[in-house]
């Protein structure tokens, strides 16, 4: 037994056009759209009743990294409204390798997105920084810096 590879990350969000235009601002490319329901969604979820809408997006250039954000319209979800904070076990956020970090953060702060904590220099490696985007959705904004930084 051995992995093949990492086929997607699924995210539940509240607003699936918000989520969607926030990663396809930061360059990712819409794939496909569609609705779950059913009685195999049902078992799989292990729900009742499911009906969700899903949009597949992918990093350009023929990869096979894709983002699968998920809107459940039933069952309704209850519970804690307030996003986790950064350091609360789970899945702690999305690291996005982009081209400009500054244009990046520009351009998802135009969908409402809180910058977590400062845009910051590691070494003259990287440029990186933490925004809370839709849904409390972390998602971390990678430049890579040359020699030169």
Do not use: K, W
Not at 17 to 36: I, K
Request: charged share 25%; proline share 5%; hydrophobic share 40%.
């Amino acid at each position: 037994m051995g992995v093949r590879r990492l086929d997607h990350v699924g995210v539940v969000v509240d607003d699936l056009e918000a989520a969607s235009a926030f990663f396809v601002d930061l360059g990712f490319e819409r794939q496909g759209t569609g609705t779950v329901e059913g009685e195999v969604v049902d078992r799989l979820n292990g729900l009742d009743g499911v009906r969700a809408e899903v949009v597949f997006l992918r990093v350009p250039g023929g990869g096979s990294s894709t983002l699968e954000l998920s809107r459940y319209h039933a069952p309704s979800h209850t519970g804690d409204v307030h996003p986790p904070p950064p350091n609360r076990p789970g899945i702690r956020h999305l690291a996005v390798v982009v081209d400009d970090a500054e244009a990046a953060l520009d351009a998802v702060r135009r969908h409402g997105a809180d910058l977590i904590g400062e845009l910051q220099d590691y070494g003259s490696s990287y440029r990186l920084c933490y925004v809370r985007g839709p849904s409390g959705i972390i998602v971390e904004l990678v430049q890579e810096l040359d020699a030169e930084g």
